[in-house]
């Protein structure tokens, strides 16, 4: 079946610099993708989300990535402090908006 | 805060027992999902319901089963626990059917000794 899926399970970045989490999805008529941050002890919260239709969008200090083509999502997220430290998660879901499928999740650590 | 509220926060729990995790949606709410969370790994949607009734389920066990009632407040029945059903349950909540528009809840960390 169609799966979305990350690279790295975990990443340790200095304070201030910045980061980059990928994630890779296998279902290519995905139309809609987000970003969420999970910390410890809450439930995700979203983050950034993009369209199929757009490669790049930008938020507060986060910067959602897609490329359609090898269908790879990253997240970048500049000048990391240490309450960005969470496990991260992509999700993609079809058109409709209806159904999302989370993937496994990144955790990310900010070493102060 | 998200608006989503679960209760109990923590539970602790016997095999072979019966436990029940409630969830009130955001206020104006409709949708109310529930997904389960092993430990490092991702969420993986049991159920929704919208206005009552069931619209679309998941990986959810015949041991699991849910129902959201009239004032729209959710409910989550796991029955013959198993050390296996330890997890983080999350609810989450949306106005309409998108599942991409639901805020989550901070969750209910089920332990099964």
């Known amino acids: 079946g169609e799966s979305v899926g990350l690279h790295l399970p975990t990443l340790s970045v200095q304070e201030g610099d910045n980061s980059i989490i990928n994630c890779a999805y296998s279902?290519?008529?995905?139309?809609?993708f987000i970003w969420y941050k999970q910390e410890s002890g809450k439930g995700p919260q979203f983050i950034i989300d993009?369209?199929?239709?757009?490669d790049k969008r930008q938020g507060q200090r986060v910067t959602v990535l897609l490329n359609k083509t090898v269908k790879h999502l990253s997240l970048q997220i500049a000048a990391t402090q240490p309450g960005d430290s969470a496990v991260y998660f992509c999700?993609?879901?079809?058109?409709?908006?209806?159904?999302?499928?989370f993937g496994t999740g990144t955790r990310l650590t900010i070493i102060p | 805060d998200s608006g989503v509220t679960q209760t109990p926060k923590h539970l602790i729990t016997a095999t072979g027992q019966r436990v029940t995790l409630r969830c009130s949606p955001r206020?104006?709410?409709?949708?109310v999902y529930w997904y389960q969370q092993s430990l490092d790994q991702g969420l993986q949607f049991l159920i929704q319901?919208?206005?009552?009734?069931?619209?679309a389920k998941g990986n959810i066990l015949e041991r699991f089963s849910a129902q959201q009632f009239p004032d729209l407040h959710s409910e989550l029945n796991l029955s013959s626990l198993e050390l296996g059903d330890s997890a983080l349950y999350f609810c989450?909540?949306?106005?309409?059917?998108?599942?991409?528009?639901?805020?989550f809840g901070q969750g209910t960390r089920l332990t099964v000794v």
């Open positions: 206020s104006g709410d409709l949708s």
């Open positions: 993009i369209r199929s239709n757009m």
């Open positions: 319901y919208y206005n009552g009734e069931e619209r």
């Open positions: 279902n290519s008529a995905s139309d809609y």
């Open positions: 989450a909540s949306s106005v309409g059917f998108a599942e991409t528009e639901a805020f």
């Open positions: 999700a993609e879901a079809g058109r409709g908006n209806e159904k999302l499928t």
